[in-house]
């Protein structure tokens, strides 16, 4: 089994003192960052097809997801580059009713990296959560906030809604998630949509350069 493979397998067991140290390993071993993170991804969605299957339970899920924390802890200083430039604050959260937080993470790191200052108001974020961070914070320049479930993507429309309509201005909202498509972004009015975290960082760039 090549290290990868290892990698994905044991972030599907949940076995969160193996992982950091497989990651570590492939990491030696001239794996790119992205792809022992894609890797653990993948494990992610095997985690995910078998809970829908009925074959693992929540706590399984919750073991995975602690176990690919711990990988993402190892490859945090290896993905994220040095930030150039000061491009303005960005307020981050996952939004109402949803406690997935590793993409959110994820995004918050790249996001940070390309030079914007993260404020993370971490998950389950009601809308007036997020307007009280863009008053309480300076230069605002950025909203991003990610949502994980069909079920919560009702909380997005309503965040992205509220900000819209909060008569503060001077930042941009962006939106991503699994079950977020462009579509709905731009049907909830979201200034930008984008499908991962390092796509999330290049999008934050554009659409704040624009303001
Ligand atoms: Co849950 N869960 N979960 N879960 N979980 C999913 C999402 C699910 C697809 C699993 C499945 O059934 N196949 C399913 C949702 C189905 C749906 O709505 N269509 C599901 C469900 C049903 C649930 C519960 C309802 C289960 C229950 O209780 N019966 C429950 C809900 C709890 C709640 O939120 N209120 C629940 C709970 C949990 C745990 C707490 C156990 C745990 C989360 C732990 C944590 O995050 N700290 C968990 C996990 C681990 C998963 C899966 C297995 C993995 C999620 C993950 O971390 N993926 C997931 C299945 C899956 O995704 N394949 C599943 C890895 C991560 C890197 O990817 O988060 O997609 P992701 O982030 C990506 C992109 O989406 C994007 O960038 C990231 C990659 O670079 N992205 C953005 C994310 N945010 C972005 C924001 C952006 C831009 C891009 O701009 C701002």
Redo the contacts with the bound molecule.
């Keep these: 089994m090549s290290k990868l493979e290892e990698v994905k397998t044991q972030v599907i067991a949940g076995k969160t003192k193996l992982v950091p140290g497989l990651v570590q390993e492939a990491l030696d071993g001239g794996s790119s960052p992205n792809e022992i993170?894609q890797s653990?991804?993948d494990g992610?969605?095997v985690?995910?097809?078998r809970?829908?299957a009925g074959e693992i339970f929540?706590?399984e899920?919750?073991i995975?997801?602690?176990a690919?924390?711990k990988g993402v802890e190892v490859l945090e200083p290896h993905l994220a580059g040095e930030a150039a430039a000061s491009l303005g604050t960005c307020i981050?959260g996952?939004v109402k009713?949803?406690?997935?937080?590793?993409?959110?993470n994820?995004?918050s790191l790249?996001?940070g990296s390309t030079g914007f200052t993260m404020v993370d108001l971490g998950?389950?974020v009601p809308s007036s959560r997020f307007i009280d961070a863009i008053k309480e914070n300076e230069n605002v320049k950025l909203v991003?906030?990610?949502?994980?479930?069909?079920?919560?993507m009702q909380a997005m429309r309503e965040t992205v809604k509220t900000l819209k309509n909060s008569g503060l201005t001077g930042f941009k909202v962006?939106?991503?998630?699994?079950?977020?498509t462009p579509g709905f972004a731009a049907e909830i009015g979201a200034d930008?949509?984008?499908?991962?975290?390092?796509?999330?960082a290049e999008?934050a760039k554009e659409i704040v350069a624009a303001i």
């Design positions: 993170l653990m991804i992610m969605k985690v995910g097809d809970f829908s929540v706590p899920m919750l995975a997801a602690k690919m924390k981050i996952t009713g949803d406690l997935h937080d590793i993409g959110k994820l995004v790249m996001i998950v389950d991003a906030c990610s949502g994980l479930l069909t079920t919560t962006i939106v991503g998630g699994a079950p977020i930008a949509y984008a499908p991962d975290a390092g796509a999330a999008k």
